[in-house]
C-alpha cells in the first residue's frame, strides 16, 4: 500500500509489472487459480509468476530455453485466444478464479464469445439456485500508444467500445492511472461477480500520481474524482482523462498552459472506470449531481481518452451538452513510430490538448507556437527515430 506520493509524477513505475507481482502473489496463495495468455507472458512484463508457477504442458517435449513446465502448471499459453478463453470461462463456472492477458489489438478476437458468456451471466442471474461467478478478467496491455515495432497491425482499442455499447450493463472498462491504481484495480477484478473487467494498462514505466486510498476512493465514488495537486478554485477549464497515457499528456499540456497563460483557472478530474452510458462501474455509477460538482455546469471540458474519443463523447453526453466538449483519443492512425509520435498522429498529445484552450481564447500566436513544436517533432521523428517530446 502506498500511504502518500509526495511528489505526484515525479517517479515512474510500470503498472504491468504491478500487475504481474499480484498475479504472482494469486498463484502462490490460491492453489485453483490459473492465468492464461496467449504467448506475450514475458512481452506484456507479467514474467515474475514464473518464479512460483509453471506453464501446463503436458507430456509435450522440452527444451533448455523453455520456461518452467509441468503437466499441473497454472499458466496456461496457447497462441489462440479462442481455446484459451473457453477453457478460462470453464473455470470460472466452477467457481474458481483466473485471468486472461493478452495484447490489447488482440482482444478483439474473443469478442463473439465474450458477447455469448455476458449473454449468458444476465440469464443465470435470473436462476435462484445458481451461485455468482467470478468476473471474466481481462488484463489488456501492449496498448495502441506503445507499438515502437509492430505498429499499426497491433493498434486497436476496439473491445473498449463493443463492451461500453451493452445494454446489458455487464461490462466494467477500468483504466489505472498509475501502478497504484493498477493495484487497486486488481483487487476490484478478484471481488467482482457476473461481470467482465476489461482492465487496460501500459508495460512501459509511466508516471505514479495517486496513493492508494485516492485509488480505492475512484472504486467507491462513482469512478471520478479531482486531482488537487493539479486543479485550481474556480476553474475557467476542467480537463479529464481516462487511460495512463493520455492522463500523463493531459497533466503535461496544463503545465504547458500554466505557463503560457499564468490567468487561466484549471481542474483535473481523473476517470478511472466506464461502464454503459457512464461514468463508473456497473455497481457505482457517477450520479449527475455528482458530474456537475466535479466538471461544472458551465466549464469547457477537455478530454483525452485511451480509446475511440467518440466512445467517451457519447457517455459525457449522458452528462451535459455536447458543445462543452472537445474530446480526444486514438483515431486509427498507426504506424510502427516512436511513442510522442503516435499521440501526434492522433491529435491525443499534451501540445493538440494545450491548443483546444488556445484555440477558445483567440490566442493564435500560442496556436501557431503549439503546432511548430507538432512539426519539429515530426521531422525529427521521422529522420531520427525518436522523440524531441519526453
Same mark, same amino acid.
Given at each position: 500500500?502506498?500511504?502518500?506520493?509526495?511528489?505526484?509524477?515525479?517517479?515512474?513505475?510500470? =503498472?504491468?509489472?504491478?500487475?504481474?507481482?499480484?498475479?504472482?502473489?494469486?498463484?502462490?496463495?490460491?492453489?485453483?487459480?490459473?492465468?492464461?495468455?496467449?504467448?506475450? %507472458?514475458?512481452?506484456?512484463?507479467?514474467?515474475? +509468476?514464473?518464479?512460483?508457477?509453471?506453464?501446463?504442458?503436458?507430456?509435450?517435449?522440452?527444451?533448455?530455453?523453455?520456461?518452467?513446465? *509441468?503437466?499441473?502448471?497454472?499458466?496456461? !499459453?496457447?497462441?489462440?485466444?479462442?481455446? &484459451?478463453?473457453?477453457?478460462?470461462?470453464?473455470?470460472? #463456472?466452477?467457481?474458481?478464479?483466473?485471468?486472461?492477458?493478452?495484447? $490489447?489489438?488482440?482482444?478483439?478476437?474473443?469478442?463473439?464469445?465474450?458477447?455469448?458468456?455476458?449473454?449468458?451471466?444476465?440469464?443465470?442471474?435470473?436462476?435462484?439456485?445458481?451461485?455468482?461467478? =467470478?468476473?471474466?478478467? /481481462?488484463?489488456?496491455? *501492449?496498448?495502441?500508444?506503445?507499438?515502437?515495432? #509492430?505498429?499499426?497491425?497491433?493498434?486497436?482499442?476496439?473491445?473498449? *467500445?463493443? &463492451?461500453?455499447?451493452?445494454?446489458?450493463?455487464?461490462?466494467?472498462? @477500468?483504466?489505472?492511472?498509475?501502478?497504484?491504481?493498477?493495484? !487497486?484495480?486488481?483487487?476490484?477484478?478478484?471481488?467482482?461477480?457476473?461481470?467482465?473487467?476489461?482492465?487496460?494498462?501500459?508495460?512501459?514505466?509511466?508516471?505514479?500520481?495517486?496513493?492508494?486510498?485516492?485509488?480505492?476512493? &475512484?472504486?467507491?465514488?462513482?469512478?471520478?474524482? +479531482?486531482?488537487?495537486?493539479?486543479?485550481? $478554485?474556480?476553474?475557467?477549464?476542467?480537463?479529464?482523462?481516462?487511460?495512463? +497515457? =493520455?492522463?500523463?499528456?493531459?497533466?503535461?499540456?496544463?503545465? @504547458?498552459?500554466?505557463?503560457?497563460?499564468?490567468?487561466?483557472?484549471?481542474?483535473?478530474?481523473?476517470? #478511472?472506470?466506464?461502464?454503459?452510458?457512464?461514468?463508473?462501474?456497473?455497481?457505482?455509477? /457517477?450520479?449527475?449531481?455528482?458530474?456537475?460538482?466535479?466538471?461544472?455546469?458551465?466549464?469547457?471540458? @477537455?478530454?483525452?481518452?485511451?480509446?475511440?474519443?467518440?466512445?467517451?463523447?457519447?457517455? &459525457?453526453?449522458?452528462?451535459? !451538452?455536447?458543445?462543452?466538449?472537445?474530446?480526444?483519443?486514438?483515431?486509427?492512425?498507426? *504506424?510502427?513510430? %516512436?511513442?510522442?509520435?503516435?499521440?501526434?498522429?492522433?491529435?491525443?498529445?499534451?501540445?493538440?490538448?494545450?491548443?483546444?484552450?488556445?484555440?477558445? /481564447?483567440?490566442?493564435?500566436?500560442?496556436?501557431?507556437?503549439?503546432?511548430?513544436? /507538432?512539426?519539429? #517533432?515530426?521531422?525529427?521523428?521521422?529522420?531520427?527515430? $525518436?522523440?524531441?517530446?519526453?
Amino acid at each position: 500500500m502506498i500511504d502518500r506520493v509526495e511528489n505526484p509524477g515525479a517517479e515512474s513505475f510500470s =503498472p504491468a509489472r504491478k500487475i504481474g507481482e499480484l498475479l504472482r502473489r494469486e498463484l502462490e496463495n490460491d492453489p485453483y487459480f490459473y492465468f492464461f495468455s496467449p504467448d506475450e %507472458t514475458t512481452s506484456n512484463r507479467f514474467d515474475e +509468476i514464473f518464479e512460483v508457477a509453471s506453464r501446463a504442458w503436458g507430456d509435450l517435449p522440452q527444451r533448455k530455453w523453455d520456461l518452467p513446465e *509441468s503437466s499441473d502448471g497454472h499458466i496456461v !499459453e496457447m497462441l489462440s485466444e479462442n481455446v &484459451l478463453f473457453s477453457v478460462m470461462t470453464g473455470h470460472l #463456472n466452477n467457481g474458481e478464479q483466473a485471468m486472461m492477458g493478452s495484447y $490489447e489489438a488482440f482482444f478483439p478476437i474473443i469478442t463473439s464469445q465474450l458477447l455469448q458468456q455476458i449473454k449468458f451471466i444476465k440469464q443465470s442471474k435470473q436462476v435462484a439456485w445458481r451461485e455468482p461467478m =467470478p468476473a471474466v478478467n /481481462l488484463l489488456s496491455t *501492449s496498448t495502441c500508444w506503445r507499438q515502437d515495432h #509492430n505498429g499499426f497491425t497491433h493498434q486497436s482499442p476496439a473491445l473498449i *467500445s463493443t &463492451l461500453l455499447s451493452l445494454p446489458s450493463n455487464l461490462a466494467n472498462c @477500468i483504466f489505472p492511472v498509475d501502478d497504484v491504481a493498477a493495484e !487497486e484495480a486488481f483487487d476490484f477484478m478478484l471481488d467482482s461477480r457476473d461481470v467482465v473487467n476489461l482492465t487496460t494498462f501500459n508495460k512501459n514505466p509511466l508516471p505514479r500520481y495517486i496513493d492508494s486510498h485516492h485509488a480505492k476512493f &475512484l472504486f467507491d465514488n462513482g469512478g471520478a474524482s +479531482i486531482y488537487q495537486f493539479a486543479s485550481d $478554485e474556480d476553474p475557467d477549464f476542467v480537463f479529464t482523462a481516462a487511460g495512463d +497515457i =493520455p492522463t500523463r499528456e493531459v497533466l503535461k499540456a496544463m503545465k @504547458i498552459l500554466r505557463r503560457d497563460l499564468p490567468d487561466v483557472r484549471m481542474r483535473f478530474v481523473g476517470i #478511472n472506470a466506464l461502464s454503459y452510458r457512464a461514468i463508473g462501474t456497473t455497481e457505482n455509477k /457517477l450520479s449527475r449531481e455528482k458530474f456537475y460538482e466535479l466538471f461544472t455546469k458551465k466549464c469547457p471540458i @477537455i478530454a483525452n481518452f485511451h480509446g475511440y474519443p467518440e466512445t467517451l463523447e457519447n457517455i &459525457l453526453e449522458n452528462y451535459t !451538452e455536447r458543445r462543452r466538449l472537445r474530446v480526444h483519443g486514438f483515431n486509427e492512425e498507426g *504506424s510502427t513510430t %516512436t511513442p510522442f509520435e503516435m499521440l501526434r498522429r492522433n491529435r491525443a498529445s499534451r501540445y493538440d490538448i494545450a491548443m483546444d484552450v488556445a484555440e477558445v /481564447l483567440g490566442r493564435k500566436d500560442l496556436v501557431e507556437k503549439y503546432q511548430d513544436v /507538432l512539426k519539429q #517533432n515530426h521531422e525529427h521523428a521521422v529522420k531520427y527515430g $525518436e522523440d524531441l517530446v519526453k
